[in-house]
């Protein structure tokens, strides 16, 4: 029988996503509950999302914090990225980096996964490294227009192919394996 975790996100392009990947493997509902983000690491915004969650769940459950890391910046925005295109939009992000000539960049996705209340969130994280270019691609999913990893922007690729190489789908193909190892040795 697969596992069933609840899925902490009220964004309907990420969990389209989990569920492409994860299932059927892993049975994946969703729950949105409006968790509040600390200031730190992006382990550390993960980890407390992660408790937070587990706790009002009371039950296994499975948060996601994303960041896009300008190598020019020191890794900023990071975990605030949300923010930053919220202000700015796409053009706006692009504009961060106009006085440098390094554009690369890095997409970094983490899950944190608690089994219940009281217990320690496990990390998974994964990371794409790629470029901020000028938008190209529909606009329907974040900051997926102004990434580029190897020629197109994650907004110009299927959504299959995306899937095989994301920031998300790394991470999450860390967690597939995480629960295949805790099922063989069940």
Same mark, same amino acid.
């Given at each position: 029988m697969?596992? $069933?975790?609840?899925?902490?996100? %009220?964004?309907?392009?990420?969990l389209?996503?989990v569920? /492409?990947?994860?299932?059927?493997?892993i049975?994946?509902?969703?729950?949105?509950?409006?968790l509040?983000?600390?200031q730190? $690491?992006?382990e550390? *915004?993960?980890?407390?999302?992660? =408790? =937070?969650?587990?706790?009002? *769940?009371n039950?296994p *459950?499975? *948060?996601?914090? &994303? /960041?896009?890391?300008?190598?020019?910046? %020191?890794g900023l925005?990071?975990?605030?990225?949300?923010w930053?295109?919220? #202000? &700015?939009?796409?053009?706006?992000?692009?504009?961060?980096?106009a006085?440098?000539?390094?554009? +690369?960049?890095?997409?970094?996705c $983490?899950? /944190?996964y608690?089994? %219940?209340? %009281? =217990?320690?969130?496990?990390?998974?994280?994964? #990371?794409?490294?790629? =470029?901020i270019?000028? /938008?190209?691609g529909?606009? @329907?999913?974040?900051?997926?227009?102004?990434?580029?990893?190897?020629?197109?922007?994650?907004?110009?690729?299927?959504?299959?192919? @995306?899937?095989?190489? +994301?920031?998300?789908? #790394?991470?999450?193909k @860390?967690?597939?394996?995480w629960?295949? +190892?805790?099922?063989e &040795?069940a």
């Amino acid at each position: 029988m697969a596992p $069933t975790i609840h899925f902490i996100t %009220g964004n309907a392009n990420k969990l389209k996503e989990v569920k /492409a990947i994860l299932e059927p493997q892993i049975e994946v509902h969703n729950q949105p509950l409006d968790l509040e983000e600390i200031q730190g $690491t992006i382990e550390e *915004v993960a980890d407390s999302k992660c =408790r =937070r969650a587990a706790d009002l *769940v009371n039950g296994p *459950v499975l *948060v996601e914090d &994303t /960041a896009l890391c300008f190598n020019a910046l %020191g890794g900023l925005p990071g975990p605030y990225i949300k923010w930053f295109l919220d #202000r &700015t939009g796409h053009q706006g992000l692009n504009n961060l980096l106009a006085a440098y000539e390094d554009k +690369s960049a890095e997409a970094v996705c $983490t899950f /944190a996964y608690s089994p %219940g209340p %009281g =217990r320690d969130p496990i990390i998974f994280q994964g #990371r794409t490294p790629g =470029r901020i270019v000028p /938008a190209r691609g529909p606009s @329907k999913f974040g900051w997926d227009p102004v990434f580029e990893f190897e020629g197109k922007t994650y907004a110009e690729m299927e959504s299959a192919e @995306k899937n095989k190489i +994301s920031h998300r789908a #790394r991470a999450l193909k @860390k967690l597939q394996a995480w629960f295949e +190892s805790q099922q063989e &040795t069940a």
